[in-house]
């Protein structure tokens, strides 16, 4: 043969062999849904001193793990609602991110807070499909690409389609999302050939995350919140994987996988998701010192002895009483209380002004519109007979006054409630106060 074609064929094969497959790790730890529960809850489950030892007791000489953050770090604990969130974004800063994407939640402070907390955040926070007037991206990233045990793993940051309905026009102003799926799957068929694994880090929806899995082969592994129940095991389909733990700091997530590099998706995973015991564990005394101080501050203001309960409410009963509190200390006829919005639940015993920020964290006022009965939403009825044509109040949250339309709100539109009674909080806390006793 001639040495000029040999050397040719030798080239050629050299093309067209395939690349040895190779399969590395990847370990990614992962939590959602914090919601500034910086102690640990009634269960005892939880605490942000106690999740830093859990995590840095997984990461110790692990030299393929990440630590992902899927959103709702702000917002269900005094201290956040005090301080507009702040403190929560500074102390996760001793967890060691890696990579963390922004919640609807995190927006309850306006975006201007939001952005503050991307500048305070000393990990990137990355978000593809928030966007304002002009098309421009809200957290100036909407992925990165991060090299771990030799590969490089691009991480996606993704926002439910329902941020607008989650928020007020007040707080969002320009910034809306563009649909979740199509932004996050162009995106990942443009990464894919700078990178090894594609991960979207997600704060979506149960119902976008199982569409995710359905329609987006794109993207191979999912670690998501909003949903703040953990997956008993992941969701999978087509070799996809999803990941989803316990919020409020219960759970850490802990998905071990093995990624073949040519087709750069998972051969092989495990998953864990670690129960926070804070009876258990000792505390990281860095965080804990912190949350320390923090709590000082508001101590003074939450916890003040405000009623007994005579036994324990759930969440769909605190809602009953919201609406009696609404309708008793504004005289409106009806009141609506979104179940959403309500965020504990009442324990039984000494109740304090703390259990009603727990509940409601939210900076929500209660506004009271006039409505002829035919007009009243169905909804706020419950059951009570109305006359056509006569007056009625009805009071609800500002909240559900912007998102009248929504699932979770009136099933009407264009209400107008002219009359603002005050914060939802106070107006709970009068009541409680003047009840003393919850049965
Ligand atoms: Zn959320």
Same mark, same amino acid.
């Given at each position: 043969?001639?040495?000029?074609?040999?050397?040719?064929?030798?080239?050629?094969?050299?093309?067209?062999?395939? *690349?040895?497959?190779?399969?590395?790790? *990847?370990?990614?730890?992962?939590?959602?849904? *914090?919601?500034?529960?910086?102690?640990?809850?009634?269960?005892?489950?939880?605490?942000?001193?106690?999740?830093?030892?859990?995590?840095?007791?997984?990461?110790?000489?692990?030299?393929?793990?990440?630590?992902?953050?899927?959103?709702?770090?702000?917002?269900?604990?005094?201290?956040?609602?005090?301080?507009?969130?702040?403190?929560?974004?500074?102390?996760?800063?001793?967890?060691?991110?890696?990579?963390?994407?922004?919640?609807?939640?995190?927006? %309850?402070?306006?975006?201007?807070?939001?952005?503050?907390?991307?500048?305070?955040?000393?990990?990137?926070?990355?978000?593809?499909?928030?966007?304002?007037?002009?098309?421009?991206?809200? #957290?100036?990233?909407?992925?990165?690409?991060?090299?771990?045990?030799?590969?490089?793993? #691009?991480?996606?940051?993704?926002?439910?389609?329902?941020?607008?309905?989650?928020?007020?026009?007040?707080?969002?102003?320009?910034?809306?999302?563009?649909?979740?799926?199509?932004?996050?799957?162009?995106?990942?068929?443009?990464?894919?050939?700078?990178?090894?694994?594609?991960?979207?880090?997600?704060?979506?929806?149960?119902?976008?995350?199982?569409?995710?899995?359905?329609?987006?082969?794109?993207?191979?592994?999912?670690?998501?919140?909003?949903?703040?129940?953990?997956?008993?095991? !992941?969701?999978?389909?087509?070799?996809?994987?999803?990941?989803?733990?316990?919020?409020?700091?219960?759970?850490?997530?802990?998905?071990?996988?093995?990624?073949?590099?040519?087709?750069?998706?998972?051969?092989?995973?495990?998953?864990?998701?670690?129960?926070?015991?804070?009876?258990?564990? #000792?505390?990281?005394?860095?965080?804990?010192?912190?949350?320390?101080?923090?709590?000082?501050?508001?101590?003074?203001?939450?916890?003040?002895?405000?009623?007994?309960?005579?036994?324990?409410?759930?969440?769909?009963?605190?809602?009953?009483?919201?609406?009696?509190?609404?309708?008793?200390?504004?005289?409106?006829?009806?009141?609506?209380?979104?179940?959403?919005?309500?965020?504990?639940?009442?324990?039984?015993?000494?109740? *304090?002004?703390?259990?009603?920020?727990?509940?409601?964290?939210?900076?929500?006022?209660?506004?009271?519109?006039?409505?002829?009965?035919?007009?009243?939403?169905?909804?706020?009825?419950?059951?009570?007979?109305?006359? !056509?044509?006569? %007056?009625?109040?009805?009071?609800?949250? %500002?909240?559900?006054?912007?998102?009248?339309?929504?699932?979770?709100?009136?099933?009407? #539109?264009?209400?107008?409630?002219?009359?603002?009674?005050?914060?939802?909080?106070?107006?709970?806390?009068?009541?409680?106060?003047?009840?003393?006793?919850?049965?």
């Amino acid at each position: 043969m001639h040495p000029w074609i040999r050397r040719r064929l030798a080239l050629a094969l050299l093309v067209c062999a395939p *690349l040895a497959a190779e399969v590395r790790s *990847l370990t990614i730890l992962h939590t959602n849904d *914090l919601h500034a529960r910086m102690m640990p809850l009634e269960n005892h489950h939880g605490g942000f001193a106690f999740l830093a030892t859990v995590i840095r007791h997984e990461r110790a000489g692990c030299h393929d793990c990440i630590l992902l953050n899927a959103g709702d770090v702000a917002q269900g604990s005094p201290v956040s609602t005090i301080f507009h969130g702040l403190p929560v974004f500074e102390l996760i800063n001793l967890f060691g991110y890696d990579v963390g994407t922004l919640g609807n939640h995190d927006f %309850d402070y306006g975006w201007m807070q939001a952005r503050k907390f991307i500048q305070i955040s000393n990990y990137p926070i990355v978000s593809s499909n928030v966007v304002g007037a002009e098309g421009q991206l809200f #957290a100036s990233k909407g992925y990165v690409i991060l090299q771990v045990n030799g590969l490089r793993v #691009a991480v996606i940051g993704a926002m439910t389609d329902d941020l607008k309905s989650l928020t007020t026009p007040k707080l969002m102003e320009q910034w809306h999302t563009t649909p979740v799926l199509a932004t996050a799957r162009k995106l990942a068929r443009e990464l894919k050939a700078q990178s090894d694994l594609i991960i979207l880090l997600g704060h979506i929806t149960t119902q976008e995350e199982l569409q995710f899995l359905a329609d987006a082969p794109e993207i191979p592994v999912l670690v998501t919140g909003h949903a703040h129940n953990g997956l008993p095991q !992941p969701l999978v389909r087509d070799g996809r994987i999803l990941v989803r733990v316990k919020g409020y700091a219960e759970e850490l997530g802990r998905l071990e996988l093995k990624v073949d590099t040519t087709t750069k998706a998972p051969v092989d995973y495990t998953w864990k998701h670690i129960p926070i015991d804070s009876t258990s564990t #000792a505390p990281a005394a860095d965080v804990a010192a912190i949350v320390k101080h923090w709590e000082d501050e508001v101590r003074a203001r939450v916890d003040i002895p405000l009623a007994v309960s005579a036994r324990a409410f759930d969440k769909r009963e605190v809602r009953g009483l919201i609406e009696q509190a609404m309708r008793t200390q504004t005289g409106a006829n009806f009141a609506f209380m979104n179940s959403g919005g309500v965020r504990d639940i009442v324990p039984k015993g000494q109740l *304090l002004v703390r259990h009603i920020w727990d509940i409601m964290p939210f900076d929500n006022r209660v506004v009271v519109g006039t409505f002829k009965g035919r007009d009243l939403p169905a909804v706020v009825l419950g059951g009570r007979q109305i006359e !056509p044509g006569r %007056d009625y109040t009805l009071a609800v949250s %500002d909240f559900t006054a912007a998102n009248q339309s929504s699932a979770d709100g009136l099933h009407t #539109a264009g209400l107008q409630f002219p009359n603002d009674a005050g914060l939802l909080r106070d107006i709970l806390i009068d009541w409680f106060r003047k009840k003393k006793l919850i049965e």
